[in-house]
């Protein structure tokens, strides 16, 4: 079975400032995906990124960076200058490779941009 | 990716009543799935609904309480049934593409007095 922690529940931040949201997963399979996904206010979930177990590259997209390290099972996700509009509840998600497409997710991290 | 849309964006229902939310993509997916995410919480998988076959259902959630229907590859309905105010959620219908990446609709929200 697949879990999901993300142990920060709240975090607040200035704008400009850089944030680091963690992700630690736990799965007894080789083949498994990770995702994260935003949710602001307006409740719709925003697919930002997928990553396979066999791809340990970081990945960076503007001022979004993903570092995925299968030593310590973590997938955190870094916001570069944030901004207000960064402000949402951001999940992260795992599935298993092994014919199940269920979408394990964390609790969530809602993040506070303050102008 | 994919298109997503969802009917109802939202509704207030009376308890006992049933509501269908439609969820329509824009291309034909094999996997679709249906979540419930209620006040303040992540995302439980309800269902998962493939085309020609019955839906999946999760532990906790009966076809009773929620039939599903998937006529074809674009298009699949949620029904709750016989509703309660602990039935108050935001419901989201999503599919998978090729490549193993999951996108939602904009969910339907679900408030029931």
């Known amino acids: 079975a697949q879990k999901v922690t993300q142990a920060q529940t709240e975090i607040s931040v200035v704008e400009k400032e850089d944030v680091t949201l963690d992700c630690v997963y736990e799965?007894?399979?080789?083949?498994?995906?990770l995702f994260w996904y935003k949710q602001p206010p307006s409740g719709e979930l925003v697919f930002l990124i997928r990553?396979?177990?066999?791809?340990?590259q970081n990945e960076i997209s503007g001022r979004y960076s993903w570092n995925f390290q299968k030593s310590t099972s973590s997938f955190n996700f870094t916001i570069t200058a944030s901004q207000v509009v960064d402000s949402a509840v951001y999940f992260c998600?795992?599935?298993?490779?092994?014919?199940?497409?269920?979408?394990?997710f964390g609790k969530g991290t809602k993040l506070s941009v303050i102008p | 990716s994919a298109v997503i849309s969802q009917k109802p964006s939202r509704d207030i229902c009376q308890r006992g009543t049933s509501l269908t939310i439609q969820c329509q993509v824009d291309?034909?997916?094999?996997?679709m799935f249906w979540y419930r995410q209620q006040p303040g919480q992540s995302l439980t998988l309800i269902a998962t609904?493939?085309?020609?076959?019955?839906?999946?259902?999760e532990s906790g959630f009966v076809i009773d309480k929620f039939p599903i229907s998937r006529p074809n590859l674009t298009f699949s309905t949620l029904t709750v049934s016989n509703m309660s105010p602990e039935d108050s959620s935001i419901y989201l219908c999503?599919?998978?593409?090729?490549?193993?990446?999951?996108?939602f609709g904009p969910g339907t929200r679900l408030t029931v007095t």
């Open positions: 999503s599919v998978e593409t090729q490549g193993y990446e999951q996108y």
């Open positions: 799965t007894r399979d080789t083949t498994y995906y």
């Open positions: 990553r396979n177990s066999f791809d340990e």
């Open positions: 998600a795992s599935y298993s490779g092994a014919g199940s497409y269920q979408l394990t």
């Open positions: 291309s034909q997916v094999t996997m």
């Open positions: 609904a493939n085309q020609g076959s019955e839906a999946t259902y």
